[in-house]
């Protein structure tokens, strides 16, 4: 698991769970003042967690095309490294 990813995994779980916010702000938002189309996708997520589907595509849309995309890319990574693993072992 990489560093980033554990990285969000917890500042998620810090949000939630005491009100800890650990999310860095959007460079693009604090330098030019204004949206980028990646800004609200982490409120889209937890919208999603929460369940809350409508408010998640009201906050960001392209959270339904990057989650099924991330997690598309994730399960081929790990398909792929499983190979790797199979033929390292077999030989």
């Known amino acids: 698991m990489s560093v980033l990813t554990l990285y969000g995994i917890v500042a998620i779980v810090l ?12 460079v693009w938002h604090t330098f030019f003042h204004i949206k980028c189309p990646g800004c609200g996708l982490t409120t889209a997520l937890l919208h999603l ?3 809350d589907i409508l408010a998640a595509y ?5 959270l339904f095309v990057v ?3 991330g997690f598309y890319l994730f399960i081929k ?10 033929r390292a072992k077999k030989a």
């Open 15 to 26: 949000y939630e769970w005491l009100a800890i916010d650990l999310f860095p702000p959007c």
């Open 77 to 86: 990574d790990i398909r792929h490294d499983y190979r790797q693993y199979s």
């Open 49 to 51: 967690l929460h369940l």
């Open 67 to 69: 989650l099924p995309l």
């Open 58 to 62: 009201e906050t960001n849309p392209l």
